[in-house]
C-alpha cells in the first residue's frame, strides 16, 4: 500500500550510515521478515524514482501527545551512497517521505529447532536484524555472521547481542574482529543441521550460496537491483533464474518474486 | 456547477476520461490494482506483446536521470498466447477499456499478432509499437522509415478489425512524415512519444551504465520534446492523437490536450507514484471545475498561437 510516512528519528550511527524510524501503516506490523520499502526522498522530479530499502526493524510505540493509541513504525538502515541517500539523511523528525510498504517476498524461516545462521555485510545486515528479532521471538538459536570492509562497516552488532544472537565478526582490514573474509569464518562452522539467511554485497552472496550448496545447507539470500517500479510491472530489475539460458530465458524480478530468494533459484557466477 | 464532463471517444473507442496508461510501465493493469481504481482510468495499454515470449536484455536494464530514467528492457513479455490464456480473463473483470500494444521482430510477425488479437472479446484495440528493428531487414527500424512503418500499418490494417492506434518513434528528423506516412496506411489514431534514445555513461568505470549501453529516455525531461511533437502532427494529420511523454500531473496532460491530443497517456509516473493515473485525471477534473469549464473535449487543439 502507498502511506504518508512521518519520520520519527534519523541518526548516524556509524560514519555514513544512518537509521531512520517513520510511521508505517497497521499492515506492516504482519510484514515479513526480508520484505521492503519504496520511499520516494522527496516529491521534486529529481532524484525521479523511489529508493528501495529493507526493513531493519517494525514495532509500535504510543506517541507522547495525549489520546493517542498505540501507532506502528518501521525503520530502515541505509548507507549514504549517492542523491538520494544523502537528501534522506537531512531529513528530520516530522518531516514526511511518501512508501509503499510491504513489497516483495520475505525469508521463509523454516521448521522450529534447527540452528538459524545469519551472514550479513553493511547495510545487508538490515533485513537480518528484523530477521533475529523474529527468530528469538520464537526461542530459536541464532548466529550472525557480519563482515565489512573495515569496523564502520559493521552496524548495529551490540543490537543483534541485546537480542541474544551469537556474533561472528571479519573485516577485510581486520580492525574489528578476524581479518579476512566472513565467508571463511562460515564455512569453518558449517554444518547440515542449519539454515542460511544471507544479504550483503553481490560477491559475498555469490560465495555464501556456492559454499551452501556444496555443504548442502539451505541457503536463502536477499538480492539487490536497479528499481523503478517495485510492483514487478517494469521489469526493470530482473535476475536470471538458475536454469535460465539464451534459448530458454527465465528472468525473475527481484522485487516480486524476491528480493529473498533460495539460493537454488539463481544462477550464480 | 455540474461535474465535467470528462469523456472522450477515440477512434471509436469511448473512454470515461482522456487517462490512459502507457505501455510497459503498467504492467498487465493487475500489478497496480492494489493501488488505484482500475475502473477510475480511461483505458489500458498493455506490455508490449510478441508472437513468442520474449526474454528481453541483460541487466542492468534501467537507470536514473535528472528528471527522467533510461530504459533498455528489451520488450521482455510473456508472447500473445500467454497473454490471452492468462493475463486478459483478469482484465476482462474490469470495466475500463484494455488496448493491446504490440510489436514484431519481422513484418510478418505484425501482422500474425494482430491476426491472434482480432475478434478476442475484452481487447477494445491495438497500438502497435513500430519503434522496433526488422530483424529481417538487417534491423532498419520500422520507425524511422516512411516506407516501412506504411507497410506495417497497411499489413496490420489488414489483419484486424479494432481500432489501429500506431505509436509513433520521437527519434526521426521530422515525426510530420511518419505520421503521415501512418494515416495514409490507414491508422485510426496516433499515439506519441515513445522513448527517446539515449545513454549514460559510468565515469568510474569507463562503461555504459546499461548493459545494452543505450537506453529510451522516459519521465519529466522528455514534456517539452513531446509537446512540441503533438503539436505539430496535430496541425498536419486528421486523425485524434495519444499525448504521450513526461505527464506527472493533471496540468501536464492538459497542456498535450491543447497542443492538440484527444487522449493522454501516463507512463513513468506510474513508477513513482501507483496510483498517477487515477489522480491525473481528478486532477484534470478539478481543473476544470475552477475554471468552469463543461467539457475537456473542448480543450482540445484549443492552444492559441
Ligand atoms: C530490495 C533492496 C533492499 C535494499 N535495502 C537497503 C538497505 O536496507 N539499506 C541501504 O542502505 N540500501 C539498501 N538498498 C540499496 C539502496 O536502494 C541504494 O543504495 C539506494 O537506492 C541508492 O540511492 P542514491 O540515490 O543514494 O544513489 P544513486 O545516486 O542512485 O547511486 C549511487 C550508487 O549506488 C548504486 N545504487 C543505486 N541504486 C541501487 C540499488 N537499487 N541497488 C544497488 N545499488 C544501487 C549505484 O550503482 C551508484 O553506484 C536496497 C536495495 C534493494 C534493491
Ligand atoms: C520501463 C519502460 C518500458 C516500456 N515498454 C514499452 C513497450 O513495451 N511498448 C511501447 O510501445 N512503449 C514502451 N515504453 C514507452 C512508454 O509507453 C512511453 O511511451 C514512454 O515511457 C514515454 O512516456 P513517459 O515519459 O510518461 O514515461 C516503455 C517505457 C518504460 C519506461
Ligand atoms: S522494479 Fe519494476 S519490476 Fe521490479
Known amino acids: 500500500m502507498q502511506f504518508k510516512s512521518m519520520v520519527i528519528s534519523n541518526v548516524e550511527v556509524s560514519p555514513n550510515y544512518f537509521r531512520m524510524r517513520m510511521t508505517a501503516p497497521q499492515e506492516l506490523a504482519s510484514a515479513v521478515p526480508g520484505q521492503f520499502v519504496m520511499l520516494k526522498v522527496n516529491d521534486a522530479i529529481d532524484p525521479l524514482l523511489r529508493r528501495p530499502f529493507g526493513l531493519f526493524d517494525v514495532g509500535s510505540f504510543v506517541p507522547e501527545y495525549a489520546g493517542c493509541g498505540a501507532q506502528v513504525y518501521c525503520e530502515i538502515l541505509y548507507k549514504v551512497v549517492g542523491k538520494g541517500t544523502k537528501l534522506l539523511s537531512a531529513l528530520h523528525h516530522g518531516d514526511l517521505v511518501d512508501l509503499l510498504v510491504p513489497l516483495g517476498k520475505g525469508f521463509q524461516m523454516g521448521p522450529a529447532g534447527e540452528e538459524k545462521v545469519l551472514v550479513g555485510g553493511g547495510v545487508g545486515l538490515a533485513p537480518l536484524y528484523y530477521l533475529a528479532k523474529e527468530l528469538k521471538e520464537r526461542g530459536e538459536k541464532v548466529r550472525l555472521f557480519a563482515g565489512g570492509r573495515n569496523r564502520d562497516d559493521v552496524l548495529c552488532i551490540t543490537e543483534f547481542e541485546r537480542l541474544g544472537v551469537e556474533t561472528y565478526v571479519a573485516t577485510d582490514d581486520g580492525t574489528l574482529g578476524e581479518r579476512g573474509f566472513v565467508t571463511q569464518v562460515l564455512e569453518r562452522h558449517l554444518s547440515s543441521d542449519m539454515r542460511i539467511f544471507a544479504c550483503g554485497p553481490t560477491p559475498m552472496l555469490n560465495a555464501v550460496a556456492k559454499m551452501s550448496q556444496k555443504h548442502g545447507v539451505p541457503c536463502q539470500v536477499s538480492m539487490e537491483a536497479y528499481m523503478a517500479c517495485g510492483v514487478g510491472a517494469c521489469l526493470g530489475c530482473v535476475m536470471k533464474g538458475a536454469n535460465h539460458t539464451d534459448e530458454t530465458p527465465d528472468y525473475r524480478c527481484v522485487c516480486k518474486d524476491g528480493p529473498v530468494f533460495d539460493s537454488f533459484e539463481l544462477q550464480w557466477s | ?305
Open chain 2, 1 to 305: 456547477m455540474q461535474r465535467p464532463d470528462m469523456s472522450v471517444v477515440l477512434a471509436g473507442i469511448p473512454m470515461r476520461n482522456p487517462v490512459m496508461t502507457a505501455s510497459g510501465t503498467f504492467g498487465y493493469g493487475a500489478e497496480f490494482a492494489d493501488y488505484l481504481d482500475l475502473e477510475s482510468i480511461g483505458a489500458m495499454v498493455t506490455k508490449g506483446l510478441s508472437l513468442k515470449p520474449k526474454a528481453g536484455n541483460p541487466t542492468p536494464r534501467i537507470v536514473e536521470t535528472p528528471g527522467g530514467m533510461l530504459n533498455a528492457i528489451g520488450l521482455q513479455n510473456v508472447g500473445i498466447d500467454a497473454f490471452i490464456e492468462q493475463k486478459l480473463p483478469y482484465l476482462k473483470n474490469v470495466n475500463t477499456p484494455v488496448i493491446a500494444n504490440l510489436y514484431g521482430n519481422t513484418l510478418e510477425e505484425y501482422g500474425e499478432v494482430a491476426s491472434r488479437l482480432d475478434g478476442l472479446a475484452g481487447v477494445a484495440g491495438i497500438e502497435v509499437n513500430i519503434s522496433c528493428p526488422n530483424v529481417k531487414q538487417g534491423g532498419i527500424v520500422f520507425g524511422t522509415d516512411p516506407g516501412a512503418a506504411q507497410e506495417v500499418v497497411s499489413l496490420v490494417k489488414r489483419n484486424t478489425s479494432k481500432p489501429l492506434i500506431v505509436k509513433l518513434s520521437p527519434n526521426v528528423t521530422d515525426v510530420v512524415v511518419m505520421a503521415k506516412a501512418c494515416a495514409d496506411a490507414g491508422a485510426d489514431a496516433l499515439s506519441l512519444i515513445n522513448t527517446l534514445t539515449g545513454m549514460a555513461i559510468d565515469l568510474e568505470r569507463r562503461r555504459p551504465v546499461l548493459a545494452n549501453v543505450t537506453g529510451g529516455l522516459s519521465g519529466p525531461a522528455i514534456k517539452p520534446v513531446a509537446l512540441r511533437m503533438v503539436w505539430q502532427v496535430a496541425k498536419a494529420v486528421r486523425l485524434p492523437l495519444i499525448g504521450i511523454g513526461g505527464i506527472m500531473n493533471g496540468r501536464d496532460a492538459l497542456e498535450f490536450m491543447l497542443a492538440g491530443a484527444t487522449a493522454i497517456q501516463v507512463g513513468t509516473a506510474s513508477f513513482l507514484d501507483p496510483s498517477a493515473a487515477q489522480r491525473i485525471a481528478q486532477e484534470m477534473e478539478q481543473y476544470l471545475v475552477e475554471h468552469g469549464i463543461e467539457s475537456v473535449r473542448s480543450l482540445i487543439g484549443a492552444l492559441e498561437v
